[in-house]
């Protein structure tokens, strides 16, 4: 068969379940889904990959199943990459939120940082301090603390 004459029986195949069995099909493929326009959308699609496929490899025995076999499998492909999206879009909504936590997380020690730095009287203490000069420094600042104790002494000499 030579493709002019496949393609002309494809068309006047798909043409004649079309007019046989278009409401079939779509009735078909709602009930399952609940979804007429997503039923008519595979069927549509569906029919375009008849009009591509039949002329090459002959038109089925039975087109109507042909039909609705690949309509379903469409609605199967459209389900699925709509569930990706909805997966994706969850995983990146956590995502978003961890690294908003993070950026607030990171915020609040620059903040304590900032204040750790900030001159006190005369006094500051530099955000890298070790460990002795941050004790001291807490040590001079705490309330209630009377000059010439031992532990103000030993602050002062560090």
Same mark, same amino acid.
């Given at each position: ?109 620059? %903040?304590?940082?900032?204040?750790? #730095? !900030? /001159?006190?009287?005369? =006094?500051?203490? +530099?955000?890298?301090?070790? @460990?002795? *000069?941050? %004790?001291?420094?807490?040590?001079? #600042? !705490? /309330?209630?603390?009377? =000059?010439?104790? +031992?532990?103000?002494?030993? @602050?002062? *000499?560090?």
């Amino acid at each position: 068969m030579n493709s002019q004459a496949g393609e002309a029986q494809a068309r006047s195949t798909a043409d004649a379940v079309a007019r046989r069995s278009y409401g079939k099909l779509v009735a078909f493929l709602a009930a399952r889904s609940r979804d007429v326009a997503a039923a008519e959308d595979a069927l549509s699609e569906a029919f375009a990959s008849a009009l591509a496929d039949w002329p090459l490899n002959g038109c089925p025995s039975n087109p109507e199943a042909w039909l609705l076999t690949v309509a379903r499998r469409k609605m199967i492909d459209v389900a699925r990459g709509r569930q990706r999206h909805e997966i994706a879009t969850e995983q990146l909504q956590v995502m978003a939120e961890v690294l908003d936590a993070a950026a607030g997380t990171r915020r609040d020690l620059e %903040a304590v940082a900032a204040a750790l #730095a !900030r /001159p006190r009287g005369e =006094e500051a203490i +530099a955000p890298t301090a070790d @460990a002795q *000069q941050r %004790a001291a420094f807490f040590e001079r #600042a !705490r /309330p209630g603390r009377k =000059e010439g104790t +031992a532990s103000a002494q030993e @602050a002062l *000499q560090v």
